[in-house]
T-cell receptor
Framework: SQQGEEDPQALSIQEGENATMNCSYK?????LQWYRQNSGRGLVHLIL?????REKHSGRLRVTLDTSKKSSSLLITASRAADTASYFC?????????????FGQGTILTVHP | GAGVSQSPSNKVTEKGKDVELRCDPI?????LYWYRQSLGQGLEFLIY????????KSGLPSDRFSAERTGGSVSTLTIQRTQQEDSAVYLC??????????????FGSGTQLSVL
């Protein structure tokens, strides 16, 4: 089974609105990463949050991590049509910071102009 | 090149034929991964190479699938006797050596494999 499970599976919003995606995981982690995928091809790394961090920002992205609930959220503020993509959370093997990442099923975000 | 390069970008083959997919990682990245993504599915881990260590093959779905990495750089994923269920996008990624920081993956654009 997938380590990370995203919620919702699909999200449709208007340009300018905020988009929030959630990810839950099962085992303890050293870090959690978010990736973006356009048109079903290569993924692009967005942001990494370590287990001792609770919140991290990068431009219009804000990521939170709650290790007690084993969950993370990705917030995209002031969304744009170009943000339309699939977003995945990913975690390394338990107790490590490296190695094969396990990806969730992803959230499909559609931003309407 | 500056990024992970995969070839071909698209491959159409007939059921039963063998195919080879190639991945050229970022220079200096000792870790290399193959993932598979079927239509509407998440990313399925296939195999992981780290330096000269034995590869982690735990994700290979059957013995028709194999991969090698020559000289610690270029990798080839081979699928023998292809089946229609092998149709998917095959993604390659690379990352820095462990111990140099948390590993984020750099992905190639993938190979779209269609088995007719």
């Amino acid at each position: 089974s997938q380590q990370g499970e995203e919620d919702p599976q699909a999200l449709s919003i208007q340009e300018g609105e905020n988009a929030t995606m959630n990810c839950s995981y099962k085992t303890s982690i050293n870090n959690l990463q978010w990736y973006r995928q356009n048109s079903g091809r290569g993924l692009v790394h967005l942001i990494l949050i370590r287990s001792n961090e609770r919140e991290k920002h990068s431009g219009r992205l804000r990521v939170t991590l709650d290790t007690s609930k084993k969950s993370s959220s990705l917030l995209i503020t002031a969304s744009r049509a170009a943000d339309t993509a699939s977003y995945f959370c990913a975690t390394p093997p338990r107790g490590t910071s490296y190695g094969k990442l396990t990806f969730g099923q992803g959230t499909i975000l559609t931003v309407h102009p | 090149g500056a990024g992970v390069s995969q070839s071909p970008s698209n491959k159409v083959t007939e059921k039963g034929k063998d195919v080879e997919l190639r991945c050229d990682p970022i220079s200096g990245h000792t870790a290399l991964y193959w993932y598979r993504q079927s239509l509407g599915q998440g990313l399925e881990f296939l195999i992981y190479f780290q330096g000269n260590s034995a590869p982690d093959k735990s994700g290979l779905p059957s013995d028709r699938f194999s991969a090698e990495r020559t000289g610690g750089s270029v990798s080839t994923l081979t699928i023998q006797r292809t089946q229609q269920e092998d149709s998917a996008v095959y993604l390659c990624a690379s990352s820095i050596p462990p111990g140099q920081g948390s590993q984020k993956l750099f992905f190639g654009s993938g190979t779209q494999l269609s088995v007719l």
